[in-house]
């Protein structure tokens, strides 16, 4: 699979995309000087103790104090807050944990009260960012990410990504961890790992000490809320956690930028070095890489499918509906369940990208076209797991209900991603809006091709600047269109600017009728 990585940087921040084979799969937007991103620790205060939720609330410095659940205490957090006042007081003389003395671990089914008092500092990490009207997620177990492994403080488990699947290479790796693992550390090999040398691994391995051994020279003399360790940047953070043999480029618009991403590239794949580049055209490098235009086609509450067929998605309080229409794409009854299938599958493989491009969280139902054959619901239900095998959010797919819908749960630790892809109208200035102008063409040509199957004669009666744009160059889009409908077509602009707006036209049929909107097609 071809990867890339472009990079926009702006004033207001930087706009990362991924493509895979040139199709936008994941977009994050990293804001100047946003806080409380997933992974930075705080020494915060608990504000409030909760009984009937179990839980704490936090101050780490945020408008509204962070929540912590019990559960996500962990069973040493005694021994973590003996370590973190030890740090804060300035007495810590063995940061790498060798002679520490554990305390009594907590019970699973304990009470918050047990444990923390109101006013009392303790160090937390970042588990989800704000949502919403929500204040950060936090948790006690810290966890310290890296190329390969992440580290985990105050634990001896070794635990190996379940996404490495062969036998020899998950017993290669649990020995190689079990020989270099410092004592009173826990580790979790990441899949990257896979195949790495013993030198690429301890590299990585004693990275992760110091900056553990970094986080206990901040916490010295701390005052809580504060910010004790910072996660990388988000460029750095996706660099880290998809860089491999596939990901082959990566553009960057901004020459500093540029510089440290090579520095970062340098230090974790040295041979990939020279994948990174500079983009100094005139034009913005998401319109020059064609992400604009992705953006806006994929943003919107309807989505469109090579084939006719398109998704509503709907999003509620609860849950976000997806809605799959079959479009046009209706055939006989005899071949109905094969088309419902082949809809199906497409709108599958859609719905995996539109997830992890908008980062849809919670639960997720899936409203597919009725089939009745048993084996194409499995069938179903099997390449909808596959094509979200390289999701790395945690989820859950169900199969196939008797009613045709799929139940999915998918994790969210970021706001959900929301772009609005319409823009003010040019002609109601602005008590209005219309579909992007960036997709005018292609609504056009899907129209004009839909319309042609059923009408023999039609003209497009549109703005001159349209009519103009669809006539213009060698060849031309008439020229395309008219090839690959096998008759001649030809635009027709109104007399004057001010008849229609820019993004309004029509189709008439030879009697100068007005041919309506295109059905939207019939479900099974």
């Known amino acids: 699979m071809n990867r890339e990585l472009i990079v926009n940087a702006t ?3 930087v706009s990362i995309a991924l493509l895979e084979n ?21 020494l915060g205060r608990v504000t409030k103790l909760v009984a009937g939720l179990n839980a704490a609330f936090v101050d780490v410095g945020y408008e509204k104090d962070a929540f912590l659940h019990y559960t996500d205490l962990g069973p040493k957090i005694r021994t973590a807050m003996k370590v973190a006042q030890t740090a804060i007081a300035g007495n810590l003389t063995d940061p790498l944990l060798t002679n520490l003395q554990f305390e009594k671990e907590i019970l699973k089914t304990g009470k918050m009260p047990e444990v923390l008092d109101k ?10 960012e704000p949502i919403s009207t929500k204040g950060p997620r936090l948790t006690s177990e810290i966890a310290i990410p890296g190329r390969y492994l ?11 990504s379940k996404k490495v699947s062969s036998n020899e290479e998950r ?7 079990e020989s270099i693992k410092p004592k009173n ?11 790495k040398s013993v030198a690429e691994i301890d590299a990585d391995l004693k990275s992760l000490l110091e900056k553990w051994k970094q986080i206990q020279i901040n916490l010295k003399g701390a005052n809580a809320p504060q910010k004790i360790y910072g996660e990388l940047k988000k460029t750095n953070t996706i660099m880290r956690d998809l860089l491999n043999d596939t990901f082959n480029k990566i553009v960057v618009n901004d020459s500093a930028l540029k510089d440290e991403l090579e520095e970062y590239v340098k230090k974790i794949a040295p041979n990939k070095q020279d994948i990174v580049s500079y983009y100094s055209g005139s034009a913005p490098v998401f319109d020059h890489a064609g992400i604009t235009k992705q953006i806006k086609s994929l943003f919107g509450k309807t989505v469109t499918m090579p084939g006719g067929s398109y998704l509503v998605i709907e999003h509620t309080e609860a849950l976000h509906v997806i809605d799959i229409n079959s479009g046009h794409k209706v055939g006989t009854r005899s071949d109905q369940e094969t088309t419902a299938l082949k809809v199906n599958m497409d709108a599958a493989k859609e719905i995996a990208r539109q997830m992890r491009l908008r980062d849809l969280g919670g639960i997720i139902v899936l409203d597919f076209i009725d089939m009745k054959n048993p084996e194409h619901k499995k069938d179903l239900a099997q390449y909808m797991k596959e094509q979200m095998a390289n999701d790395r959010a945690k989820h859950t797919i169900l199969p196939l209900s008797k009613f045709g819908l799929m139940q999915i749960t998918r994790e969210r630790t970021r706001p959900e991603m929301n772009i609005v892809t319409q823009e003010v109208c040019p002609t109601c200035e602005g008590t209005g809006k219309v579909e992007a102008t960036i997709l005018l063409v292609d609504d056009i040509k899907q129209k004009l091709f839909d319309l042609t199957a059923k009408h023999k004669d039609i003209s497009l009666i549109t703005h001159p600047y349209v009519e103009a744009y669809i006539k213009k160059g060698f060849p031309s889009l008439r020229m395309k269109w008219s090839s690959e409908l096998k008759r ?22 030879s009697a100068g009728e007005e041919l309506g909107d295109i059905e939207k097609g019939n479900r099974f």
């Open 11 to 13: 004033q207001k921040g």
């Open 488 to 509: 001649y077509f030809n635009p027709i602009p109104v007399s004057s600017n001010h008849d229609y707006h820019l993004t309004e036209f029509h189709f008439l049929n």
């Open 185 to 195: 550390f826990g580790i979790v090999v990441r899949t990257v790992a896979q195949n």
């Open 171 to 177: 017993k290669r790796l649990q020995i190689l961890i």
């Open 150 to 160: 992440i580290l985990m403080p105050f634990g001896n488990s070794v635990g190996i």
């Open 22 to 42: 040139k199709e936008l799969v994941e977009l994050y937007n990293e804001e100047s000087g946003k806080q409380f991103t997933v992974g930075d620790i705080y």
């Open 119 to 128: 006013r009392q500092p303790i160090l937390v990490q970042v588990l989800k």
